[in-house]
T-cell receptor, first 112, second 110 residues
């Protein structure tokens, strides 16, 4: 069982470029989440999805969009990357939106 | 003021020591309290969780919640070098949104 996989592992991106971070889970969890982790700020929620077909905004949604076409996949898109989006991005999932969230290995993104 | 406060450390202890990691919080609506362990360049791993007040023990780890003081703790007994990681506390009101502390970096010296 892989749990949650994320791709790419790391990426360097020019400012203004579009980028999609991929997240796939095989636990059949209904709820999925995207966080960014920055030094001193901890993990902050970007977007979430309680079930396939629905999404919601978290604490820091600006500049990001998500979609949830099916249970397993939850891609995060940066339409036009800016340097302040340099961060480590984690995807997570939970069963039925419960408080126990399980995290993927992360994507380390640098925007220059 | 942040909703959840956590000392960033680093906390350095000798192997075999008892470690105490703590978080304070301001939101009295928090009901679920979690501890995650994060190794360098890895994703957070759920270590323990507690609902409401009280203690929970799992092997060398004990999680403690004092809702009256808005204070939670994670104790690690007989600490090992493999326990060296960043420990994140997280809390939930039950409305499906975790609030994380910024993490405490622990170093266990062999």
């Amino acid at each position: 069982i892989a749990g949650i996989t994320q791709a790419p592992t790391s990426q360097i991106l020019a400012a203004g470029r579009r980028m999609t971070l991929r997240c796939t889970q095989d636990m059949r969890h209904n709820a999925m989440y995207w966080y960014r982790q920055d030094l001193g700020l901890g993990l902050r929620l970007i977007h979430y999805s309680n079930t396939a077909g629905t999404t919601g905004k978290g604490e820091v949604p600006d500049g990001y969009s998500v979609s949830r076409a099916n249970t397993d996949d939850f891609p995060l898109t940066l339409a036009s990357a800016v340097p302040s989006q340099t961060s480590v991005y984690f995807c997570a999932s939970s069963e039925n939106g419960g408080p126990l969230q399980y995290f993927g290995p992360g994507t380390r993104l640098t925007v220059l | 003021q942040k909703e959840v406060e956590q000392d960033p450390g680093p906390l350095s202890v000798p192997e075999g020591a008892i470690v105490s990691l703590n978080c304070t919080y301001s939101n009295s609506a928090f009901q679920y309290f979690m501890w995650y362990r994060q190794y360098s360049r890895k994703g957070p791993e759920l270590l323990m969780y507690t609902y409401s007040s009280g203690n929970k023990e799992d092997g060398r780890f004990t999680a403690q919640v004092d809702k009256s003081s808005k204070y939670i703790s994670l104790f690690i007994r007989d600490s090992q070098p493999s326990d060296s990681a960043t420990y994140l506390c997280a809390m939930d009101t039950g409305r499906r949104a975790l609030t994380f502390g910024s993490g405490t970096r622990l170093q266990v010296q062999p």
